[in-house]
């Protein structure tokens, strides 16, 4: 179960000012100071160079790197489709990207996934099993002082890692718990992160006389304009004002800690853009939010030190702030400092999400967190500004014709049976269809299953990589249920259908 909590009225935080010290912070508001295939085959302007210097890669590297990572992007999405509960976890290795490895809990589907151009491995664990175990530490063990200010799991090693300054006394708190111990591995670390604190992505706004943080991404509630943030930046109800000190709009909601985002309502002199500042004069374009595998270069931006690129470590990391724990966010070897907070974190042209915070600076290199955009527009009940345009409102679309309508939304690796959780009844042979629609640039797949008096057995898949699927099949009569699966990305959807 997620340890997100209902959506709070206000956040009101007391932030005092950072030293840039080794020791991991949240992305603290800044105090003013006085003084995909396609677009991989023509990267957005700045990202190479970005690449080459966060990285250490060759202009030549760079390029290999994102053309590898947008040709097996796909391939994990299959996989981690087709091994279900045996899905171990995958990631991207190598200077250039240039291997997958996807692991799985049965020798058995070595040969689909070499098959399929990936490296296999066998694990002792899904990671759904080792998340559960995660799960169960951050209930107890932020309590503590010496309880490690990071968790998560670490795919490559198969374990859940703690990062901590004591970690003898981290130990002896996890073995008063009662998780297996074998597959939990404590680390010393001074890591003690702390919040960093047109609209148009990674540029600045200002809270207040002295606060300042950074624009993360355009989106829309409705007909009302706005952009998302971290939470630690203002509370409900705070003004801000731009870039350039005029009047911007109004904290509508904000949580933090547990999570840390929350949303800008603009007012009518700003127009929310899918851009995001390169830190170059130039802009990237935002085309959608297909999350990004383990391994896979990203990118960030903000108001204090621009744009920098690193590569995603971990993905549902529990990380604890002097103000509290958040949780589920996603770990980076991207650095970061004061002010560059809300920030975009963008992979080519798909949205990631917002900084929340990190560790040591752009001189001396760090780690940042970043909170995935698709829990924060589920919350909130957003929809990301991209390049196809404002999103449309929830319609039909291209399934007409169906008797049967039914909507929802999903974020990345969910899935919901329909209708209503439940199923429908046929009394007689004939024809089902179905039909999906979901936003361009996610991938959702529907599957139709059957009853057979013990289990519910799989009738007619269809899973491309687009958003929108359709499926027919004949049958006999009986109890048949769908399945809607977000393989990459968030969005709502609309599934019509019909029986005989």
Sequence with gaps: MSRRHAITTGCVLTITALTLTAVPVVAQPRTVETSAVVAVRQPPPGMVEALQRDLGLTREQAQTRLLNEARMRPIEAKLRRRLGDRFGGSWFAGSIAQTLVVATTSADDIPQILAAGARGEVVDRSLAELDAIKEKLDEVLPAHPRGGSVRYVDVRSHKVVILAVDPSTTEDLIK??????????VLPSDEQPRPLSDVVGGTPYYVGVTSRCSVGFSVLRGHQNGFVSAGHC?????????????????????????????????????????????????????????????????????????????????????VTYPQGTVFEVTRTNVCAEPGDSGGSFISIDQAQGVTSGGSGDCTSGGVTYFQPIGEILTTYGLSLVTTAGNPPPLSTGTCTGYEQTVTGTLKSGQSVYQPKTRHYRSTVAGAHAGCLDAYDGVDFDLYLQKWNGHNWDTVATAESPSPDEKITYTGTPGHYRYRVLSSSGFSPYVLGYKSP
Excluded: M, Y
């Excluded at 718990?177 to 591995?185: A, C, H, K, P, R």
């Excluded at 904290?251 to 899918?274: C, I, L, M, R, Y």
């Design 234 to 318: 203002g509370k409900v109800g705070a003004a801000t004002t731009g870039f350039n000190r005029v009047a911007q709009g109004v904290f509508q909601a904000s949580n933090f800690p547990e999570s840390d985002f929350g949303w800008v309502a603009v007012n009518d002199d700003w127009t929310p853009k899918p851009l995001v500042d390169n830190g170059t004069g130039g802009t990237v374009t935002v085309a959608g939010s297909r999350e990004a595998v383990e391994g896979v270069s990203v990118c960030r931006s903000g108001s204090t030190t621009g744009w920098h690129c690193g590569t995603i470590q971990q993905r549902n990391v529990s």
């Design 176 to 185: 008063r718990i009662g998780v297996d111990t074998s597959v939990v591995s």
